[in-house]
C-alpha cells in the first residue's frame, strides 16, 4: 500500500496571502495524483488531477505540481472561500489512499 | 447536472449488516466505474471500494475485504454497498462518488453508526 503524507497538518495563513501544501508518497505515483477541497459538512470537491490540470470550474488560483512522489498544490491568493481541509490522493495502483489531510486556518 | 444520493444509513449493532444504495442521474451510469469513499467522525477520508463500469472488476481496502461486497444495477441508475459483519470503527459517513481514477462528482454522504 502507497502511504501518503501531507505536510504541515495546519497551514496558518491571511487572506491575499500564498499557501502552498505539501503531499508526500512512499513510492512513485507517476502523474496518478489528485487533490480534494472539503469544507465541514460538505463532501470532498475535486481540485486537480493528474497532478496538475485543474478540475472543471476550479479558479486559476489553485495550482499543482509535481510527480513521482513529491507534490505541492498552491493557491495562490487565499479568498475567504478557500480556508478548509485539502486531502491528496493517489490512484496509481490499488489500493488507493489519502493523505491525513491539511487544514488550512485563517491567520 | 450530476446527482449522486446515498441512502441506508443509520444505526446498527456490531457484527449486524447494513446495505447502503447510491442513486445516480444526470449523466450515463453505465459507463462510468464507481467508488465508495468513508469518513469517520472528525477524521480524514478513507478509500474503501471501486466497482469498473461493467462490474467486472471489484477492488476493496483491506480494512473491509471479505465483509463488505460493492456492486451496481445498471437498469436502476444505482450502486450499492453490502456491509456485513459491521465493527465500531465502520462508524462513519459513506460517500459515493463517479470516476475510475479521480473523482469529480460526489453524494452528500450517509452516517453509519455501529454502536451496541
Known amino acids: 500500500e502507497i502511504v501518503m503524507t501531507q505536510s504541515p497538518a495546519t497551514l496558518s495563513v491571511s487572506p491575499g496571502d500564498r499557501a502552498t501544501l505539501s503531499c508526500r508518497a512512499s513510492?512513485?505515483?507517476?502523474?496518478?495524483l489528485g487533490w480534494y477541497q472539503q469544507k465541514p459538512g460538505q463532501a470532498p470537491r475535486l481540485l486537480i488531477y493528474?497532478?496538475?490540470t485543474r478540475a472543471t470550474g476550479i479558479p486559476a488560483r489553485f495550482s499543482g505540481s509535481g510527480s513521482g512522489t513529491e507534490f505541492t498544490l498552491t493557491i495562490s491568493s487565499l479568498q475567504s472561500e478557500d480556508f478548509a481541509v485539502y486531502y491528496c490522493?493517489?490512484?496509481?495502483?490499488?489500493?488507493?489512499?489519502f493523505g491525513q489531510g491539511t487544514k488550512l486556518e485563517i491567520k | 447536472q450530476v446527482q449522486l444520493v446515498e441512502s441506508g444509513g443509520g444505526v446498527v449493532q456490531p457484527g449486524r449488516s447494513l446495505r447502503l444504495s447510491c442513486a445516480a442521474s444526470?449523466?450515463?451510469?453505465?459507463?462510468?466505474?464507481m467508488h465508495w469513499v468513508r469518513q469517520a467522525p472528525g477524521k480524514g477520508l478513507e478509500w474503501v471500494a471501486l466497482?469498473?463500469?461493467?462490474?467486472?472488476?471489484?477492488y476493496y481496502a483491506d480494512s473491509v475485504k471479505g465483509r463488505f461486497t460493492i456492486s451496481r444495477d445498471d437498469s436502476q441508475h444505482t450502486l450499492y454497498l453490502q456491509m456485513n459483519s459491521l465493527r465500531t470503527e465502520d462508524t462513519a459517513v459513506y460517500y459515493c462518488?463517479?470516476?475510475?481514477?479521480?473523482?469529480?462528482?460526489w453524494g452528500q454522504g450517509t452516517l453509519v453508526t455501529v454502536s451496541s
Open positions: 462518488a463517479k470516476g475510475y481514477s479521480y473523482s469529480d462528482d
Open positions: 444526470g449523466f450515463s451510469f453505465s459507463g462510468y466505474s
Open positions: 466497482i469498473s463500469y461493467d462490474g467486472n472488476k471489484k
Open positions: 513510492q512513485s505515483v507517476s502523474s496518478n
Open positions: 493528474g497532478a496538475s
Open positions: 490522493q493517489h490512484y496509481h495502483n490499488w489500493p488507493r489512499t
